[in-house]
């Protein structure tokens, strides 16, 4: 594990310069916590995206709530298409129906991981991007450390994709574990 501060930059001056910690964070071949001011006493959010390789993090996020006696929310975002793909929204719609269904199963494997780990711990998925729905819920219930699978994308996928991991460290109002499998 590395633990790195992190300082509020501007967005121009992170342009210029970068983030020493979201450096770390891109090229540490190990779990990383950025560790920030926040609270201290509010849950613990565990982002999955249901991968296979989101579920150490969920699972470290379950025995640190463990630990420090707080709720574990483990949440999941569905991104809805882009407009690009919604020119030619027939092919792709979702109507209300589908998005029910999306979410329905996104509760039940998230009930079962958490059922696995032997736990209690609550299922929210949200409809938006991955880093609003997170960050804007770790603002929500104020939460002590949101705890996030870091891929390791390689660079030309990172600036296709984005990095979700990334942008939760950046904009959170708490600490955040980027863990590597």
């Known amino acids: ?68 006696g707080v709720e574990l929310i483990v949440v999941h975002a569905i991104e809805m298409p882009s407009s690009i793909i919604t020119a030619i929204e027939p092919l792709f719609a979702v109507d209300d129906a589908a998005l029910a269904s999306l979410q329905q199963t996104a509760e039940s494997l998230i009930g079962a991981q958490l059922e696995q780990l032997g736990g209690s711990g609550s299922a929210k998925v949200i409809i938006a991007p991955p880093v609003n729905a997170v960050v804007a819920l ?18 030309l996928e990172r600036i296709a994709l984005g990095s979700v991991a990334e942008g939760i460290a950046r904009r959170a ?7 590597r499998a």
């Open 1 to 68: 594990l590395i633990v790195v501060g992190t300082a509020h930059k501007g967005a121009v001056a992170r342009l210029l310069i970068g983030s020493t910690s979201e450096r770390v964070l891109r090229h540490a071949s190990c779990s990383v916590l950025v560790a920030r001011p926040g609270p201290t006493a509010g849950p613990v959010i565990a982002a999955t995206d249901l991968s296979r390789s989101a579920k150490p993090a969920v699972a470290a996020a379950y025995h640190e709530a463990k630990r420090r």
């Open 138 to 155: 770790a603002k929500e219930v104020a939460a002590s450390l949101v705890v996030v699978a870091a891929h390791g994308h390689t660079a």
């Open 173 to 179: 109002p708490c600490s955040v574990l980027a863990v």
